[in-house]
């Protein structure tokens, strides 16, 4: 019967799957490259500004949704929060601004102001957004609920017509042109995505199940360290692991960059898989279809820069998360964009002194053009802050005088991301293959590789999406599924 975890990496699935392995008997450790635990769930200093660069919407925020008992579980939810009116905004260079707001009365009051014309479509959004507030959709899908989804199966079958349509799509019934541009960009400016998802995180901000953690990041992720430590896990930081030691097929243990070894009855890789399997693993354990996984990411990436700004300016009346249209397109890095997606942090008086505050935006660009400008140092420099400069120039429009008033500046690209966390292309460690968000939340896949006992991956690579709770909940699964397969009963309460 196995008795020890080694974990490679303490981002949130290695977190999780730590504490559900020290609540299940086991004698787990976390080897953390970095300085500090969390992975990509981070927010830093700069000066008197804090920056945070992964929650936008965090979900399971409601005492009585399924998702809050998972957070609760591993001690996410010791930190404060603060909701928001609005899922995010769009405002035009004139003045006009639609506010997406949680609640349908008020959202669609607020429509009808803007379009009195498009009654008729906006009648049918908001009785959209009514049926999936009926049931906790997402919660059923993460948690693996399926009676739950049975007993809404009808009103699941009501808004199934939702799914096949696009945001994008969905925008061209609009007779009014501002609100035609403005909706295919509510879903973090992709207006691929399928309006029943977007319908889904409304629904949750409706029932007041999303919210943010005052103090950013670092203060969610604290409580799950210390969930994690309490129970007698140990994360040990600064510890690069370069081997998976294998024996007879079996995973055994980690060879540290100092040379040291750690044996362990099994082990789980919180961390990059191409790099897992091509590198730690000396890509001694592949099938087609892993190596099909572990094919070059996609060059161009969501998210792939920010611009972080602290600004000597009063935000608390701005709206959280805003899309910004401009008049004429723009070029940022590499690529065209004809609108900025961005937070503003008024809401957290603890990012920023008072009467000051931060804004991050965010924007799609390739990972080649950053990289190419990397081998140069002062290149790459000066881009990120021609990159910086024009951003801010372009917020001028919203935000008169806003270039005398900026106080601290960070850019991340996706080169600091893969200095930071190791990962191929930066953050974009996901297996190449399509995202399935859905089949991911019911029930992730590739936890194991072919040919190898006693190993077993958590994070990105099984859920192949970015949302933080499903990276979270991997690695619930995972000692879950380890538990199965040794004969134990999974618990979910301290031993």
Known sequence: MPKSIIIIGAGMGGLTAGIYGQKNGFETRIYE?????????????????????????????APKSKLNMFWREIGAMSANFVRTKECVSVASSDGTVFYDYYDPDELEKHLLQLSPQDKGVISEYIQGIRKASKFDMTGNLIMGNYLGILLHLPAVLGNMKWFKVSMGQFAERFRDPFLKKAFPLLVYSNPEVPVFLHMMRHASGYKRDIAWPIGASNAFVAGIVKQYEGLGGKIHLRRKVEKIITEHGRAVGIRLADGTEEFADIVISNADGRKTLLELLDGSFMDDTLRSYCAEPADLSEFAVTVYIGV????????????????????????IFNSLEMQAYGFDKTMAPEGKGVIKVEFRSTYS?????????????????????????????????????????????????????GGTHGFNNAPSKEPDFISSMVSPKGMTVPGLKNFYFTGI???????????????????????????????????
């Open 33 to 61: 490259m970095n300085h500090r635990p969390g992975g990509q769930c981070t927010s830093w200093k700069r000066g008197e500004y804090t920056f945070d660069a992964c929650i936008h919407h965090l979900m399971g925020c």
């Open 312 to 335: 000597n300016r009063d935000l608390t009346k701005e709206p959280s998360s805003m899309i910004l249209l401009l008049d004429e397109p723009v070029t940022l890095g590499d690529q």
């Open 369 to 421: 053009y950053w990289k190419e400008l990397s081998s140069n140092k002062e290149d790459y420099n000066a881009e990120k802050k021609k990159t910086a400069d024009r951003v801010i120039g372009l917020l001028e429009a919203r935000f008169p005088g806003i270039k005398e008033q900026v106080e601290a500046v960070d850019v991340s690209t996706l080169l600091t991301w893969e200095r930071f966390m």
């Open 461 to 495: 690579w099984t859920t192949g999406a970015g949302a933080l709770f499903l990276n979270a909940l991997s690695g619930k699964k995972a000692i879950k599924k380890i538990c199965k397969e040794n004969g134990m009963k999974f618990q979910t309460e301290d031993k």
